[in-house]
């Protein structure tokens, strides 16, 4: 029996809407449909474990072919299959779970699994027709559903922890200790209270809170890399989230970008933080990890699926820059991981210097 939760299952479900509706429909940065654009579907490229499987649209016939096997569904089958599996996902309140219904379907057109083989970096790969440009491009997608709890863009880790100096300091070792001791409860559980700590440094005891650098070399050398100037952006960028009530990246870039800490020259409004960020989200979306050296080439994914709440799939791709871009900046927020796992928040002296950790996660809004 095949179970998974609804990110899992969303996949399946993409393939059936894709196949049903025999379009692909691209998105703007709110999440809707682009009025008057849309992709017609050759076909549909999926890996499995037993081989890679090719979905051809022929008219109102899907041609399924792979594995020494030919069959022929008619379109008609995938729309109704979508339409039950949708229902199903959205009902369903547990973790993981089954469907029988869909799961004998699926092995019917020999697809064994829910999730691609993880070996290949897109869930889905797609040739479309774009009448624009009369080209056939072949374009791979990770896959990203509404339908379940939302993922992450840029996963936590003490690779993402940007170290900051507490420069001028008047505290004592009993105010440090108190600082360090603010926590959030809920229930039973404690957890650091990091946006506390921060704003009494800054409110309180009037410090300045100063950029040293970032706790992990490769991802510094990674972000200089896409951008010079980029740890230090997204280091300021940390710092406002950590002092206020906002999340929202777009939002706080915003600010950032009005504050203009770094000094960018705004004589012909130059939009220097806003391009920076959209840059770094592109290429962590597109491969780049904090861990590993990165080269500025992209994985064989180009972009996402997205599914949304009623059920519609919209694609972003960097085969269309800007709205990948718009999608990513406007989706996006920052979130606090936990620093008792990633070692943050916490003053620390060395050398006589105190210091603190702050750490970067990021993830979509649902």
Known sequence: MITGNKGEWSEIYTLFKLLGDIHLFPGNKQIEKIKDVVFPILKIFRTENNGLFEYSIEDEIIVISGNDTILEIPVQTFKEKAIFLLD???????????????????????????????????????????????????????????????????????????????????????????????????????????????????????????????????FSNNLRLIDSKLPEILAEILLKYNSSDTAKLSSIVETVAANNPLNFDGTNHHPFYHYKVKRFLTDTSLGMMPSKVWSGKFEATGGYLVVKDNGDVLCYHVYNRNEFEDYLFHNTKLETASSSRHKFGEIYKENGNLFLKLNLQIRFIK
């Open 88 to 218: 199903i996902i959205k009902q369903n309140k547990q973790t993981t779970f089954s469907v029988p219904e869909i799961e004998e379907f699926m092995h019917t057109i020999n697809c064994l699994s829910l999730k691609a083989n993880s070996k290949v970096k897109s869930d889905i790969t797609i040739v479309i027709h774009d009448q624009r440009t009369n080209q056939q491009p072949i374009l791979g997608f990770s896959i990203k559903s509404q339908l379940g709890s939302p993922s992450t863009l840029l996963n936590a880790g003490r690779t993402t922890n940007f170290i900051y100096q507490i420069k001028d300091p008047n505290l004592s070792s009993i105010e440090i200790d108190r600082i360090n001791s603010l926590v959030i409860v809920r229930g039973k559980k404690h957890s650091a209270d990091i946006k506390a700590r921060v704003k009494e440094l800054k409110d309180r005891y009037n410090c300045q809170i100063s950029f040293l650098k970032t706790e992990n070399s490769i």
